[in-house]
């Protein structure tokens, strides 16, 4: 039996400790190493509450957090942080060097890493989101998802266990949210970096291993993409489930259940 990553129990936060209502109300969950998990939920549902708390930028009022073992708080979330990064919706604001490797180095100089380790840690990273060609440009002056993939390197390069996505698709292209939810895929199998991911993008949470649902500060729901689709109709739909509903609609034999982009592709390639 695996020992989760993160560890999260009887959570609950609220901004003014002088009212009684509740961001975060009584939730609990537990994260495997190399897991992979959506957060989903309506705007104030307190997704980006929650990631705020994981990686110490808020306190909660009460409950705890376990990060690697070591439960977070006021005297540990320096330590912890070793283990956990945050790449936020607009990465400019994570930008601190003038070029794509100057900002990589930034965190790693702060390590006192010598500077022919910090080198090769570079050219890795910088390989991982493939943004060798890159490395001397100005970090602020690239697209999009060249923004997001140099903010992913940056904290890559970091040794990071967890990586927290907090809305990192929404600013995206079709084109680059594709390419960034590969070098997701890339980084969860080769590295074993577990990724918790807050997003509205429904096809960035189907590839996820699991999800939870917040509604109101609480989890409603929580468990596989496809058992969490196929339950709550309120939900938006993932494109291939958009897809299979179309068909339906069009009389074609398409099956009846809930499927999976893999499924959905060798159902049509039939």
């Known amino acids: 039996m695996p020992t989760p990553i993160v560890e999260v129990d009887q959570l609950f936060f609220r901004y003014d400790q002088r009212t009684s209502h509740k961001i975060i109300h009584n939730v609990s969950f537990t994260v495997d190493k190399g897991e992979r998990i959506a957060i989903i939920g309506n705007n104030g549902s307190g997704k980006s509450t929650l990631a705020q708390l994981l990686v110490g930028l808020l306190m909660p009022s009460s409950g705890k957090i376990n990060i690697a073992g070591k439960e977070l708080n006021e005297a540990t979330k320096w330590d912890i942080r070793k283990h956990i990064g945050l790449v936020f919706q607009n990465p400019e604001n994570q930008f601190v060097g003038t070029t794509v490797q100057d900002d990589i180095a930034f965190g790693l100089e702060n390590l006192n890493m010598p500077y022919e380790t910090m080198k090769t840690k570079i050219d890795q990273v910088l390989e991982t989101v493939g943004m060798t060609s890159f490395r001397m440009h100005d970090p602020s002056r690239l697209s999009g998802g060249q923004k997001q993939r140099v ?120």
């Open 151 to 270: 903010a992913i390197a940056s904290i890559l390069a970091l040794d990071p266990d967890i990586i927290v996505l907090d809305e990192a698709l929404v600013m995206l292209d079709p084109k680059s949210r594709r390419e960034f939810l590969q070098i997701l895929q890339h980084i969860q199998t080769k590295e074993q970096i577990t990724i918790l991911s807050i997003t509205h993008d429904m096809d960035e949470a189907l590839a996820s291993d699991r999800m939870i649902l917040m509604e109101n500060g609480t989890i409603k729901k929580m468990g596989t993409p496809i058992d969490i689709f196929a339950e709550d109709e309120n939900l938006q739909p993932p494109f291939v489930e958009r897809l299979r509903r179309t068909l339906l609609q069009k009389n074609l034999q398409v099956p009846q259940t809930f499927m999976s982009e893999d499924e959905m592709v060798k159902w049509l390639c039939k």
